[in-house]
C-alpha cells in the first residue's frame, strides 16, 4: 500500500549506508530527489567541502536494479586531502 500511495503522488525513499546495512533515511518527492541528497552531502562534507572533481552515469546490476526501481539516482561522496 505504501508502494502505491508512494508512487502515485510521487515520494521516494533516500537510503543510505548505516554500519554496512542500506537503510531508508527519509522521502523525498522525485523531482526534489536529486537536489536533496546533494545538499545532505554538502552538510555532511562541511569542513572538506564538496567540490566535485569528477562524475559519471552508470548502469546498474538487475539486482540493485530490482530493488531500487526504475529512476534510481546514486550519489559517492569521500572526503580527500587537498
Not at 25 to 31: G, I, L
Not at 45 to 60: C, D, E, F, K, Y
Amino acid at each position: 500500500m505504501q508502494y502505491a500511495v508512494g508512487n502515485l503522488l510521487g515520494v521516494r525513499p533516500v537510503i543510505a549506508f548505516d554500519d554496512g546495512q542500506l537503510r531508508p533515511v527519509r522521502r523525498a518527492r522525485a523531482e526534489q530527489a536529486a537536489q536533496d541528497i546533494l545538499a545532505q552531502l554538502r552538510q555532511l562534507m562541511q569542513a572538506s567541502g564538496l567540490n566535485i572533481r569528477a562524475g559519471r552515469t552508470q548502469s546498474i546490476g538487475a539486482v540493485i536494479g530490482a530493488h531500487t526501481g526504475p529512476g534510481m539516482y546514486a550519489f559517492v561522496a569521500e572526503p580527500y586531502g587537498e
